[in-house]
């Protein structure tokens, strides 16, 4: 009898270790590192003295399904007056890739439309574009799926809480968005209307990527006032997705003001 009982919790002890070890396991990305990386990568980014996600606060995640990906959006701290940012994008197998925001004032890594960079700023030698076509690379998540169109969507939609941009929304680009940033020039209020009436009508030339006209491609971030429209979701020979992003900057810097 004793040798049954032995035999049976044998049995069930193996049995137990085989689903644990058949179990997936969720592998934690390191944080600290990525941050840590970029940093190092781009010195336009501004370092902690000890542990970068001290200084880095966390500001929002956004999981997408069953942890198909998931996005993780960084800032510096409120006192800075030029606040950057660092989005992280993590796969289902905890990889990662590190894709910095930085501010408007680094106007070559956004490449405006009807702006230039600012020669006194040193230049990031990438875009926005670049870099998050990158990181949907990397981490094989540019599918045959749309996998990375749904990563595009999730990054402007959920984590940056952009709202769509229609053509009844003339009024917003009549007005001053004013900035008080004493590191870049001042800018005259007139060529700034001039520019954000620009933005206006080369966004509402192609508004629809398609023939249908509830399909919008133009999202408005209000916390960084940028405009950021997907000119085209293309395919590579791959039929992996190709984005073509254009930025457009929706402020005015009166640093004066600030003074």
Not at 15 to 27: F, R, Y
């Amino acid at each position: 009898m004793k040798s049954t009982l032995l035999k049976i919790f044998i049995f069930q002890l193996l049995v137990l270790t085989t689903l644990i070890s058949c179990k997936p396991t969720t592998v934690e990305p390191n944080i600290e590192r990525a941050i840590t990386d970029l940093t190092n990568k781009f010195s336009q980014l501004p370092r902690g003295k000890s542990n970068q996600t001290d200084y880095y606060k966390l500001v929002r995640t956004v999981i997408y399904e069953k942890n198909i990906f998931q996005l993780q959006l960084y800032s510096t701290p409120d006192s800075i007056k030029d606040k950057q940012q660092i989005v992280i994008l993590i796969n289902s197998k905890g990889d990662y890739y590190a894709i910095p925001l930085f501010s408007n004032k680094y106007r070559d890594y956004w490449n405006f439309e009807f702006d230039k960079p600012i020669k006194e700023v040193k230049k990031t030698n990438t875009t926005f574009e670049k870099e998050f076509t990158q990181a949907i690379n990397v981490l094989n998540l540019n599918d045959t799926l749309n996998t990375g169109g749904k990563v595009l969507d999730e990054l402007l939609v959920s984590l940056l809480n952009c709202q769509c941009v229609r053509e009844t929304d003339e009024p917003i680009f009549k007005g001053l968005w004013l900035t008080f940033n004493s590191e870049i020039p001042d800018e005259i209020s007139d060529s700034c209307l001039t520019r954000l009436q620009k933005n206006f009508i080369a966004i509402k030339e192609g508004i629809h990527p398609s023939k249908n006209y509830y399909n919008y491609n133009a999202y408005l971030d209000t916390r960084n006032n940028r405009i950021y429209q997907i000119v085209s979701q293309g395919k590579n020979r791959d039929k992996k997705l190709k984005p073509e992003i254009k930025t457009y900057r929706q402020c005015c810097n009166r640093p004066f003001l600030y003074e």
